[in-house]
């Protein structure tokens, strides 16, 4: 359990079609078919931010037939409250990876502006996730966030940080980290005596030393589009789980002498995700105490 006092979140009250890609080996039996993409229009300039929502997922231990980010949080599905807070920090160009009952999220938010589709019909890891929109990150220049659909606490105000900073310094990558008091379970950001990034490593392969790390990975990142490009053509499965992971991008650019750089822009109240129904009761709590303060 977390404790109450490490959740608070510094920004204020959360923030309140489509063409389909799509990329993928076999049509999905657990979807019905989604229609044919529609006509290209004009959009956001190249080198304006897109985002890049993963939102595939069934969510079994939430005990709903729902897709996972249809799951009501404080009565609204939660994946509305990551859509809202991404425009409202000024991306424009948000695309959502749909997999399990599909439709029914292309639904949901049909008529956003500025919100597309791309369809996973296999679920083979965040990575496999991201290829799906290389349609979209085709001829784009800019700013690339990636966050996931299951996390209704994403604060506008990280949003505009992490973009500003990746505007200034203009790296390969930018991970969006946060300072956890108990940070058990999470990967810690490991930087040199300089303070700079040299990787993530998961809490189970930590040494003593790294586990008194407080600065956690929070699974959102800033890509230049074209990094992130390059980045997915090198990854590999080469796991226990036999799937491609987002996680791995940052240490391939850093490995290829990329510009790799984290901020601790999160705050701590945003590493809650919903995964089961304890989750969404603590999510639901925290919420109601934000919009009070």
Do not use: W
Not at 75 to 103: C, F, N, S, T, W
Not at 163 to 179: K, R, S, V
Not at 251 to 272: H, S, T
Request: glycine share 8%; hydrophobic share 40%; proline share 8%.
């Amino acid at each position: 359990m977390i404790e109450r006092s490490s959740l608070l979140c510094g920004g204020g009250p959360i923030a309140r079609q489509p063409r389909i890609a799509r990329m993928s080996l076999a049509p999905s039996p657990a979807s019905a078919p989604l229609p044919d993409p529609a006509p290209l229009t004009e959009g956001p300039p190249p080198d304006a931010p897109m985002a890049i929502v993963l939102a595939a997922g069934k969510g079994t231990r939430m005990e709903s037939e729902l897709p996972k980010v249809l799951v009501p949080v404080a009565g609204r599905p939660m994946v509305r409250y990551v859509v809202d807070a991404l425009r409202e920090a000024g991306v424009q160009k948000i695309v959502v990876v749909v997999g399990y009952k599909a439709e029914l999220v292309q639904q949901e938010l049909a008529g956003e502006p500025g919100v597309d589709f791309a369809l996973q019909t296999e679920q083979l890891g965040t990575g496999h996730a991201v290829m799906m929109c290389r349609d979209y990150l085709m001829g784009r220049t800019g700013p690339v966030i990636i966050v996931t659909g299951d996390s209704p606490m994403l604060q506008v105000s990280s949003v505009r940080s992490l973009l500003d900073e990746f505007a200034t310094t203009q790296p390969a990558c930018l991970l969006g980290t946060a300072h956890r008091d108990d940070p058990t379970g999470l990967g810690r950001i490991v930087r040199d005596s300089d303070g700079k990034f040299v990787g993530i490593v998961e809490h189970k392969d930590c040494t003593p030393e790294q586990l008194k790390v407080t600065e956690v990975n929070m699974s959102t990142y800033v890509f230049n589009a074209p990094d992130l490009s390059a980045s997915l053509d090198r990854l590999t499965t080469n796991n226990a789980q036999g799937e491609y992971y987002v996680t791995d991008c940052p240490g391939i650019l850093l490995g290829a002498g990329k510009d790799v750089r984290a901020l601790a822009a999160l705050q701590p109240c945003e590493a809650l995700s919903v995964n089961t129904l304890a989750d969404l009761a603590v999510v639901e709590a925290e919420m109601k105490k934000m919009n009070k303060d």
